[in-house]
């Protein structure tokens, strides 16, 4: 990391939350055609948490998810500057960090959405780490939520079976400039493709009113499965290389590879290119399929909580999906 940061920036808690309801690959299967055999071949999905309830959202998950965080830091919400929610199911198009600012009391921070699909919680750290690092704020919440089972077309055999719902959440805090944990990162946009996964708004055709005013409705999730895979394992190592090589690390000195939890065949592929061993990849995707810009702090978090990642450990973190977006975020385990 630059030399001209004015304070460090470090990951001292982490928190997640997920839907009760879980919907295994057989009983999915009663929906579409499709069997647990293929799905957990091609993907390694087994099961998904899916909200349901009339009147639950991502910003309960969300909730959920940041009350952990805070408790476990021992921390008052008004000792939060700002939070940042990463999602790109938000009850609200104009935002929904402010609810979960509202919800958990944290009236004096400042509360903004990100939407970059599943690059969305590596965004966040960055994003946060630079107003750390820069010396403007102290405290700042990070939340990776996410429901796509509301934009799931669920009778897509091809989508379907992929996604699943939950909330992750981090408390990120200035600290000296020799505890930065935040070692370096590198980010990459290609909205050429942004058709090969999206959620798009689409216009009626047709207007009923003397002015030709049109209208329109957001469609299903669509996305051509075979292009994403083929630039995840592509472009992921090469971002994971770049980054550790701006930072003189090597692929020998990471500890964990902490995907975007998309599918076990490309988290297999991209430690492959890498020559990372298989056992330092952090994977929970068969008990949640793809969550989004959850994904990452929810791995981590349980990766946390079965004591998998020690103090001083280097562990890279990529996201990668929609836009199409995709990064890598390096930092060392302080906690
Ligand atoms: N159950 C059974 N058969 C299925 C199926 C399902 N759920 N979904 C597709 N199929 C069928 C297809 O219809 C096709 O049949 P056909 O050969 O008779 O036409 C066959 O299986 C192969 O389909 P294909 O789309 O080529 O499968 P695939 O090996 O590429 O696997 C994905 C599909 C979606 C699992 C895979 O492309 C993938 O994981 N892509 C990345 C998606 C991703 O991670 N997206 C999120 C990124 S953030």
Redesign the pocket.
Do not use: D, P
């Given at each position: 990391m630059k030399s001209s940061i004015m304070q460090g920036a470090r990951i001292i808690s982490i928190g997640s939350a997920v839907p009760d309801l879980c919907i295994n690959n057989t009983e999915i299967s009663q929906i579409?055609?499709?069997?647990d055999e293929?799905?957990v071949n091609?993907?390694g999905i087994k099961e998904r948490r899916i909200l349901n309830g009339i009147n639950q959202s991502v910003v309960d998950l969300a909730y959920s998810a940041s009350m952990e965080a805070l408790n476990k830091a021992k921390m008052h919400p008004l000792e939060i500057d700002l939070i940042i929610l990463a999602t790109s199911s938000p009850n609200d198009l104009f935002g929904s960090a402010s609810q979960i600012q509202a919800k958990i009391g944290a009236y004096k921070a400042v509360a903004f959405d990100i939407t970059a699909?599943?690059s969305g919680f590596v965004l966040a750290i960055v994003t946060a780490s630079q107003f750390i690092q820069n010396g403007s704020y102290k405290n700042i919440l990070i939340i990776g939520a996410d429901v796509l089972s509301k934009w799931i077309d669920w009778s897509d055999?091809?989508?379907?079976?992929?996604f699943g719902d939950g909330a992750g959440a981090a408390i990120m805090q200035a600290c000296h400039k020799k505890d930065n944990a935040i070692l370096g990162f590198q980010l990459n946009t290609d909205g050429t493709k942004s058709n090969q996964?999206s959620i798009t708004y689409k216009e009626n055709t047709d207007s009923h009113n003397t002015l030709k005013l049109f209208q329109g409705k957001f469609q299903y999730l669509s996305?051509n499965?075979?292009e994403?895979?083929k630039f995840?394992v592509s472009k992921v190592p090469a971002s994971i290389k770049k980054c550790l090589n701006a930072i003189q690390l090597s692929a020998k000195d990471v500890n964990w590879l902490l995907l975007?939890q998309?599918?076990q065949?490309?988290l297999n592929a991209v430690a492959q290119r890498l020559s990372i061993d298989n056992c330092k990849i952090i994977s929970n995707l068969s008990k949640y399929g793809?969550t989004?810009a959850a994904s990452i702090p929810l791995a981590l978090d349980e990766a946390l909580k079965s004591n998998k990642i020690i103090k001083e450990d280097i562990i890279v973190i990529s996201g990668?999906?929609?836009g199409l977006t995709w990064g890598t975020v390096v930092i060392k385990w302080k906690c």
């Open positions: 579409v055609e499709t069997s293929w799905i091609r993907t699909a599943c055999r091809k989508t379907c079976i992929l996964l996305m499965g075979q994403v895979y995840a975007h998309a599918n065949r490309i793809n989004s990668f999906g929609a």
